[in-house]
């Protein structure tokens, strides 16, 4: 079972909102990439997430307002660890926020590689957390640095009013 | 079963990143204030969150410094990670060290387990910034 990424967290925000943060372009620039291209407002649709010279594509696979989004990776589009691998974003709510059920399954193998999304992955989601409670995210280029010594990003968000950083679970 | 797998790089040597997992004084700098270890195989932790509403009580089963360590959960709020074992692998990367969380054991992967995965996450760069530039963010930073 560890072919696969999970992660939750709760943001205090509508479902609406934080389905439009994964489905509109200008949205998704904000917390995952700046140079977010294609479209992602369709099933069919392809999204681009470009990281300098390189471009990650995913396909829209199912869409469903306010509830879930799934994506898929294409073969010789991305990463090759990430051919075929499906992204899926599930929203519910409880009276205080609503939480993200994050899953990036369908990984071959387990590997050091698979080790260091699942760290990026916690940052981009805790950056469109940010991005919903505060206004502002911290994208490529702008993110915490997993593999470098310096940390070319924003400070982390130590002091926040909603609890801690990935959820406003018990107060 | 289901497992948590983080891998971070770390500009620290693997002697720094091991002192601040295998001690309680390094541990408050990145996770909890609120933390108390016997530093020896067999020995006790407890780490304490929410002022104590949430406690992780771990026992170490493994020390090799400066390159691994493993612990098992005996008991935690709620009991999601009863049983689970978490292990630190550090590795020598230039001047830089990769630091491998492998946090197993988990009986399915629910939304315990992708919290977990999420919080993990969070606070490996905490770990990240308390050894590169100090400012660590354990946490009882957070609480406005």
Redesign the interface.
Known sequence: MSCGINHQVGIKSSPEEIYKALTEIEKLAQWWTTDTRGSGAKVGDTLEFWFDGFCQNFNVEELQPGKRVAWKSPKDQGADEWEDTEVTFDLSTDEKQTFIQFRHSGWRESTDFQGHCSMRWAVFLLSLKDVLERGKGRPYPYDLEVHHGELVGEEMNCETKNGTPYGSKKG | ?????????I?ASPERVYQALATAQGIRGWWTRDAALDPKIGGAGEFGF?ER??VIKVKIDELKPPKHIAWTAISSGGGVFDGTTIAFDLRPDG??TGL??AHRGFKE?D?N???A??????Y???L??FL??G?G?C?Q????
């Open positions: 079963m289901a497992e948590v797998m983080h891998l971070i790089k500009h929410y509403r949430f001047s830089d491998s969380l992967a939304n387990y992708a919290s995965t999420t919080r993990w996450g969070f490996l760069f905490s990240k910034r590169e530039n400012k963010c946490f930073n957070y609480l406005a």
